[in-house]
């Protein structure tokens, strides 16, 4: 499975991005997905998932309510929908796949990445 990431870009706080994260393969549906960040000097934290049907999704605290995961089983794409940006969003973000019926909330649940994405968010 290959995920090539795009949509970021710089943006003043208070402003929307909207994250797609396009894979390969014909068993997209069978994956959960998951985005991650890295903020300069940090670690990798978890963002957003959702199960293989979307029916569930999981945010970290700091996001919920501002960001929306969803995904599209006929293109082969999960998104991020990330309203009301604040610098501290600042990150390169990443999306991840795994197999499972569930979804995942560590990095080292998921068997592939894609490069990433830069999202910077001016004050």
């Known amino acids: 499975v290959q995920l090539q990431a795009s949509g970021g870009g710089l943006v003043q706080t208070g402003g929307s991005l909207r994250l797609s994260c396009a894979t390969s393969?014909?068993?997209?549906?069978?994956?959960?997905m998951g985005w991650f960040r890295q903020a300069p000097g940090k670690e990798r934290e978890f963002v957003a998932a959702i199960n293989w049907s979307g029916s569930i999704t999981y945010y970290t605290d700091s996001v919920k309510g501002r960001f929306t995961i969803s995904r599209d089983n006929a293109k082969n794409t999960v998104y991020l929908r990330m309203n009301s940006l604040k610098p501290e969003d600042t990150a390169v973000y990443y999306c991840?796949?795994?197999?499972?019926?569930?979804?995942?909330?560590?990095?080292?649940?998921?068997?592939?990445w894609g490069q990433g994405t830069l999202v910077t968010v001016s004050s």
């Open positions: 991840a796949a795994t197999g499972g019926i569930d979804y995942y909330i560590q990095s080292h649940e998921y068997d592939y």
């Open positions: 393969g014909r068993t997209f549906s069978s994956y959960a």
